[in-house]
């Protein structure tokens, strides 16, 4: 399994970044995908998820209606579009796959992982 994330970079405050992950190597069309992000000395937290239906998204309360994760199952790739960035957004942002039927929030729950994508955003 591979997961390449790519589309980080850096912005200033209120901005806007679309992070994309393709994924390779796994069921793609049938398979949870996530984003997480891990801040300098911080745990690597939830940011959100979407199910391989399309229609089930969960989102991280400091994300949510800023962030929108969508997927593509033809060009077997999950997207996160962020406005509004804030500060307090810098991460190195990761793209996960799961077996799991439903969306979950718990890192453990994803058994694939991509390298990260560094969001710095600027005050």
């Known amino acids: 399994v591979q997961l390449q994330a790519s589309g980080g970079g850096l912005v200033q405050a209120g901005g806007s970044l679309r992070l994309s992950c393709a994924a390779s190597g796994l069921a793609f069309s049938s398979s949870v995908m996530g984003w997480f992000r891990q801040a300098p000395g911080k745990e690597r937290e939830f940011v959100a998820g979407?199910?391989?239906?399309?229609?089930?998204?969960e989102y991280a309360d400091s994300v949510k209606g800023r962030f929108t994760i969508a997927r593509d199952n033809v060009k077997n790739t999950v997207y996160l579009q962020m406005n509004s960035l804030k500060p307090e957004d810098t991460a190195v942002y990761y793209c996960a796959a799961s077996n799991t039927p439903v969306v979950l929030r718990t890192r453990g729950d994803y058994n694939s992982w991509g390298q990260g994508t560094l969001v710095t955003v600027s005050s």
């Open positions: 979407i199910g391989w239906r399309r229609s089930r998204t």
